[in-house]
């Protein structure tokens, strides 16, 4: 099983519409978690960390469930910018700092 | 502020050749780490610096790399001899502290090993 799975996708929406991706993960002491957006040939960029209570920016929601494992990220909205691949990475527990990235999410807002 | 920088952007070597990668970290960020991903897989977790120590480097695939870190400013990347399943694309990223809002990411060195 991997540390962290993601929705396989792709996902294709047309503009403004909402869309949801969802990762679980395995290692229950794991502390951090984020969402990063990678466009095509280029570094992944960080989008939002996730918190347990929930947080938003703008058009963009992450929530965590630890008890579940389950992170989700969902947009509003979307807009053909958003199109990129949508990566749920987890920060290894303690001292360490690995992080350990999903395999992605590719995400195509179509006009 | 200027980002993590990394050198070359690309790189296509043979077989049995040696390649160096370079990664200056945002000023100012002691965390130095590397990162690959290879053709089809995830973006997996190769070492991290403190400074010039090495950290953690469980992630280093064998004894063929070697990282560096003189001084604790920019890093090195050393692959020799590269074989064909090197090639992939190493990315560096840094952090000030223990990176809790998340890490910065270079763009990437593209490495093709033919």
């Known amino acids: 099983r991997k540390e962290v799975e993601q929705d396989p996708g792709p996902f294709n929406v047309p503009e403004g519409a909402t869309v949801a991706f969802n990762c679980t993960y395995s290692n229950s002491a794991s502390q951090s978690f984020f969402w990063y957006r990678q466009d095509c040939r280029k570094e992944p960029k960080l989008l939002m960390s996730v918190y347990s209570s929930g947080n938003e920016d703008g058009r963009f929601t992450a929530q965590l469930n630890r008890a579940s494992q389950y992170i989700s990220l969902l947009i509003r909205d979307s807009k053909l910018s958003d199109s990129a691949t949508y990566l749920c990475?987890?920060?290894?527990?303690?001292?360490?700092?690995?992080?350990?990235f999903g395999s992605g999410t590719q995400l195509t807002v179509l006009p | 502020e200027a980002g993590v920088t990394q050198f070359p952007s690309h790189s296509v070597i043979e077989k049995g050749q040696t390649v160096t990668l370079r990664c200056d970290p945002i000023s100012g960020h002691d965390n130095l780490y590397w990162y690959r991903r290879v053709m089809g897989k995830e973006i997996k977790f190769l070492l991290h610096?403190?400074?010039?120590?090495?950290?953690?480097e469980s992630g280093m695939p064998n004894n063929r790399f070697l990282a560096e870190r003189t001084g604790g400013t920019y890093s090195t990347l050393k692959v020799q001899p590269a074989e064909l399943e090197d090639s992939g694309v190493y990315f560096c990223a840094s952090s000030q502290g223990q990176g809790k809002y998340g890490y910065t990411f270079g763009s990437g060195t593209r490495l093709t090993v033919v």
């Open positions: 610096f403190v400074k010039e120590s090495k950290q953690d």
């Open positions: 990475v987890v920060k290894s527990p303690g001292s360490a700092r690995q992080l350990t």
